[in-house]
């Protein structure tokens, strides 16, 4: 039951992981995060069934399209729901952001339509021997793909011009612009990104489930959870934190039974905050005084 | 910074309540021209295919008694809202129906939380309200002692009992399994599927949840395949159900599911996957294999009213169509006999309903005060998806 279970927990963990550094990524070069990354990642399922199944583009141009669609999406978000509020010092981005992602989803509810669908995959045909136990490949692939895109993530911000202009904005906004960094473009930047990764966890999970105006809800406070869990400003706690989220949730299930999978996986989130209040791998901000 | 003004909210708060207030009182209920008959079902969502099912047996029907002359010398009008399958926006949709547009009769909740929700508003408001699908045994026995709650569907407790019998004689479970939706209908099936079980002498696998939005239930499944459950009972909506069914491929185990009739409402073939045809669910009625005359005149006469239907496969599911017809042509009968659209005039209409003969079956006395659901075991029949269709099982 062990591995079966775990199996479970790794996919699902990936996928809120995933969604997380969406989270951190804006948070870190903003302080803002995107309270719609949960019908971000709907829109680039949405998307993706549009291009792939609709339309009948190969997956080699469906995907990349959805997820340059889930970019524009995330500059969009930026730029009407987060900037003229983050401009005026006002923290009402926090509500535009979940406002814009509830008249997204509504937006899809009726131009997608009302039924969910089935986007198929290759890699959920059928299942596959793993460890004594059953498997689609397509599980054992997103947490590979989770994992690749928080290593990718790590070399971008630590190694690259962009992600070093990334962290300046932050850290240094004054320092950063009479540096040439033009702080808005790289703030937009992060928010595509974030939408990006969003995006990527609505294609890889769209298979295993389906693909609905709904889809995302959940989903969405699951990731933050795992974020604010992490410690929203590290990237691999998040990441780590959202398999570990989704590992508690799938062992709760198995061990406990379902009727406790809430109670237990919420529970922990909020006994590790009052014991840690960064979170399990943040740090705690430095305040001049 | 933009700043916010609680005093300019209440100000405004109460001049917009003011309005409502003052346009509700105004809205002349007894000049209607119309015999207004609400429907407050999920429209949207993974259940909307019901929702839709519902509408079209409605709407057929109210053609049909608009040709005949309608009601007490009035056209009959169907008004729809959607509660998106949620208790709180069915509540709200239910007050505005009765409130504001003065319907005679609400038919709705498609899904029993939203029903069990309407349920003591509509007791209290003395407005007959038809269940033609949410099955849940409290919707009609909810102890009210005026009750104004009616139902054309099946009903959980007695489904239970058959989906038990058909586990045991079919399949000789011994120690079967449950998997539940984790909600007021999951609750209802949980008392009635443990009733049934001891009632039949027989002990239970486990229960076990699921959620609406669940991607995976294998941990579930795994509990229950370790505690030697051969046999499962399920009990959700597409969504959920196609999941089961899913996690049940990934684990390669292959055991008979005796279900609920949740998977009708939708697309679940395509959600669900190869396992799909294996699910065995209980229904009220099927257009496929039914040689019943007037089955094959609606189905003609639904083809004529939605050229999108070609075939029986087209009319998935036939229950939400078959259910919400006879409801409506029974309501007609009610209101008839009442002679008015007085809410207690039309529940004593219901009493007073001799026979019928409508889609499911010819109706004898369908209603009491004891019991207001007009099917039961009898009218059940097991079926299973076949490329789409539901098939009844020979």
Redesign the interface.
Known sequence: ?IV??L??GL??GSMYGLMALGFHITYAVSKTVNFSQGSSMMFGAVMGYTFMVTLGWPFWIGIPAALACCAVLGLVVERLLVRPFAA???D?WLMATVAGGIVLDNVV?FTFG?????LPSPFTE??VEFLG????PL?LIIPVVGLAIALGLTLVTTRTKLGKAMLASVQRPEAARLTGVNTQTVIAASFAISAVFAGVAGLL?AP???V????GL??GIKAFAAAILGGISSAWGVMIAGILYGCIE??T??YI???Y??IVSFSVVILVLVTVPNGLFGRAELKKV | MTTFSFQSLTRRAFAGTALALMTALATPLAAQETVKIGLIASLSGPSSKSGEAITRGMMLAIEEINADGGLLGMPVELIRRDDEGNPGKGLTAARELVQREGVAVLFGGLQTPVSLALVPYMNQSQKPFMGPWAAGTPITKNGAEENYIFRVSAVDEMVDIALVERAMSVHGAKNPGMMLINNPWGESNEKGLTAALEAAGLPTAGIERVEANDIDVVPQLTRLKEAGADAIFMVANVGPSAQVMKSLERMGWDVPVVSHWGPAGGRFSELAGPRAKDVEMIQTFTFSGNDSPMAAETLEALKAMFPEIKGPADVTPAVGIANAYDAMHLTALAIKNAGSLDGPAIRQGYYDIETHEGLIKTYENPFTPDDQDALGPEDYVFTRFIDGEIIPIE
Do not use: H, W
């Not at chain 1, 009302?114 to 089935?118: C, H, M, Q």
């Not at chain 1, 136990?133 to 689609?136: D, I, L, N, S």
């Open positions: 039951m079966s279970t199996i479970t996919a699902l005026r010092g006002s009402a509810l009302k039924e969910p669908r089935s059928s299942a136990t059953g498997a689609y599980q999970i295993l489930f389906n609905s105006s709904g889809m959940i989903f799938a062992l299930t198995a039974g379902s009727s999978t809430q």
